[in-house]
């Protein structure tokens, strides 16, 4: 909702603001099309050369995100939790052999079965699977599994980023390409130089055109987005961190409850459940759990 009113402010102050002070869109407006097509062509060519095919997916629902948010809410904190002090309780009271056809097969487990939203994240699914994988197979010193799981977790986050960086390089590269296409817009205009004044101050009112998208478009569109797509993944990265935190705690020895209260203190505070709201939320698994 901000990102929209947001945008209809960037274009109704900047537009507006010119239009009171005596400007006419209509040369804009002229010039826009074939202006946009040498930009936005130029732009999109550009990215698609500097980048692969996963990133240019990534950046294509990156701007989705930029719109629809952070896909972790407040309940799917609370699910992880929950999902995590049923593993951690089932290791500590039944062993970790316990939980071996539940990682072997997290999509048939009556455990992760429970929380179908976070079972679509395949990351984190992996995740929590290799990490119980690694102390089935008797790797128990909290140090090195935590070592092991930030090298996951770096790896995750780089990959993650990489569209936002792309986007970010697109709007730091607009303005040089509006150049380029003001700079074509002046050849055609020396091209036409025995034209009378009024004509030839057309022509250059539309190369500049060229020269105010680029910019316009960079610093008011593309950049903000990837800001945008950089913060939501920052913030969607806790998520993980939470898994982390609660299977470290449990490693040393912490018993379930604490082990995710270890890990309540690790999500944003915008979507973290109060002590409370946990308690209850832990207190409505079925005793079958």
């Given at each position: 909702?901000f990102q929209?009113?947001?945008?209809?402010?960037?274009?109704?102050?900047?537009?507006?603001?010119?239009l009171m002070?005596?400007?006419?869109l209509?040369?804009?407006?002229?010039a826009?099309?074939h202006?946009?097509m040498?930009?936005g062509?130029a732009?999109v060519a550009?990215?698609?050369?500097?980048?692969?095919?996963?990133?240019?997916?990534?950046?294509g629902?990156g701007?989705?995100?930029?719109?629809?948010?952070?896909?972790w809410?407040?309940?799917?904190?609370?699910?992880?939790?929950?999902?995590?002090?049923?593993?951690?309780k089932?290791?500590k009271?039944?062993?970790v052999?316990?939980?071996?056809?539940?990682?072997e097969?997290?999509?048939?487990?009556?455990?992760?079965?429970r929380?179908?939203?976070?079972?679509?994240?395949?990351f984190?699914?992996d995740?929590?699977?290799?990490?119980l994988r690694m102390?089935?197979m008797?790797?128990?010193d909290?140090?090195?599994?935590?070592?092991a799981?930030?090298?996951?977790?770096e790896?995750h986050?780089?990959?993650?980023?990489?569209?936002?960086?792309?986007?970010?390089?697109?709007?730091?590269?607009?303005p040089?390409?509006?150049?380029?296409?003001a700079?074509?817009?002046?050849?055609?205009?020396?091209?036409?130089?025995?034209?009378p004044?009024e004509?030839?101050?057309?022509m250059?009112?539309?190369?500049l055109v060229?020269?105010?998208?680029g910019?316009?478009?960079?610093?008011g569109?593309?950049?903000?987005?990837?800001?945008?797509?950089n913060?939501i993944?920052?913030?969607?990265s806790a998520?993980?961190?939470?898994?982390?935190?609660?299977?470290v705690?449990?490693l040393?020895?912490?018993?379930a409850?604490?082990?995710?209260?270890?890990?309540r203190?690790?999500?944003p505070?915008?979507s973290q459940?109060?002590?409370?709201?946990?308690?209850?939320?832990?207190?409505?698994?079925?005793?079958?759990?």
């Open positions: 909702m929209i009113i947001g945008i209809v402010l960037l274009f109704g102050l900047v537009f507006g603001s010119f002070s005596g400007g006419s209509a040369p804009i407006i002229h826009a099309p202006e946009l040498a930009i062509g732009g550009s990215f698609l050369i500097a980048n692969s095919m996963t990133v240019v997916k990534g950046a629902a701007m989705g995100k930029v719109f629809a948010g952070p896909k809410k407040a309940s799917d904190y609370r699910d992880l939790l929950s999902l995590l002090f049923l593993l951690t089932t290791m009271s039944k062993g052999i316990a939980l071996e056809s539940h990682i097969n997290p999509h048939d487990s009556t455990i992760f079965s929380y179908p939203k976070i079972m679509k994240d395949h984190a699914i995740f929590i699977c290799d990490t102390m089935t008797n790797l128990e909290p140090h090195q599994v935590e070592d799981m930030e090298k996951q977790l790896k986050h780089h990959e993650a980023l990489a569209p936002a960086h792309a986007i970010q390089s697109l709007a730091d590269a607009l040089a390409l509006g150049i380029v296409a700079v074509l817009g002046i050849i055609k205009t020396m091209g036409a130089i025995s034209e004044p004509v030839l101050g057309e250059i009112g539309s190369a060229g020269t105010f998208l910019v316009f478009l960079a610093y569109l593309v950049a903000p987005f990837a800001t945008r797509i913060q993944v920052e913030e969607e998520f993980y961190k939470i898994i982390q935190a609660v299977l705690a449990h040393h020895g912490n018993a409850q604490i082990s995710v209260e270890i890990g203190g690790n999500v505070s915008g459940p109060s002590f409370l709201e946990l308690e209850e939320a832990l207190s409505a698994i079925p005793n079958e759990a």
